[in-house]
């Protein structure tokens, strides 16, 4: 099986990650060692690809980033950029005040991977629209903060993305349509 970078310290994207990858015939593994590579940036597809430029000058190899965010509509799109810093500090009760009383409560999860081979960039970016629950539901099993908050809607009926499996998940995530439309291309490039 070929396999390919996947630069995180995440376990939850690396398992996503792997699983999609399968379904092209390949593998990621990531570096054991790990990397500080983010920058403040307006848009997810700019820290994916300033971190996968910055990652290449160390690992010297093909690789992908991945950097993810959640853009609550009704917060102009916050956190957003700043999911990560924003989950470390007022973290999910913190935004689940933030949504108090509010009606409007659509959002998104939006994901760039970026691709760098040394010559080639290539940034793939896939988003997944739901809404933001009441309350936490499920225990964001894979390591991700924010899948008790957000449910995809639809035919989900209610359920977080914290309550579904990874295959699941996979079906309607951003990470999935991302990652998908990135080994599609690959896969026909190598
Ligand atoms: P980053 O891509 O590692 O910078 O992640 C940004 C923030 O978004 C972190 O707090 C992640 O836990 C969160 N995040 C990224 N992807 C997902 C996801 O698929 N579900 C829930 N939270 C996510």
């Known amino acids: 099986m070929r ?13 996503e990650a792997n699983a999609i990858a399968k379904e092209f015939g390949f593998a990621v593994r990531s ?5 500080k590579l983010e920058i403040q940036a307006d848009s997810l597809r700019e820290v994916a ?6 990652a290449y ?12 965010g ?15 810093p924003t989950g470390k500090t007022i973290g999910l009760e913190g935004v689940l005040k933030l949504m108090k009383g509010v009606k409007n409560r659509s959002a998104y999860f939006e994901c760039a991977v970026a691709y760098f081979d040394g010559k080639t960039l290539k940034t793939f970016v896939g988003k997944s629209s739901g809404k933001i629950l009441e309350s936490e539901k499920g225990s964001g099993l894979h390591g991700f903060g924010y899948d008790p908050l957000f449910s995809p809607g639809g035919h989900y009926g209610g359920r977080s993305l ?29």
């Open 70 to 84: 959640l853009f609550i509509n009704a917060l102009k799109g916050f956190p957003g950029v700043y999911s990560a």
């Open 162 to 190: 914290a309550q579904v499996d990874l295959l699941k998940k996979n079906s309607v995530s951003h990470r999935g349509k991302a990652l998908r439309a990135f080994f599609k291309w690959y896969s026909n490039a190598k």
């Open 31 to 35: 570096p054991k060692k790990a990397y």
């Open 57 to 68: 000058k160390k690992i010297r190899k093909p690789l992908i980033i991945d950097d993810s």
């Open 3 to 15: 396999s390919l970078i996947l630069v995180t310290n995440n376990k939850g994207k690396i398992a």
């Open 49 to 54: 690809e300033f971190a996968a430029r910055e």
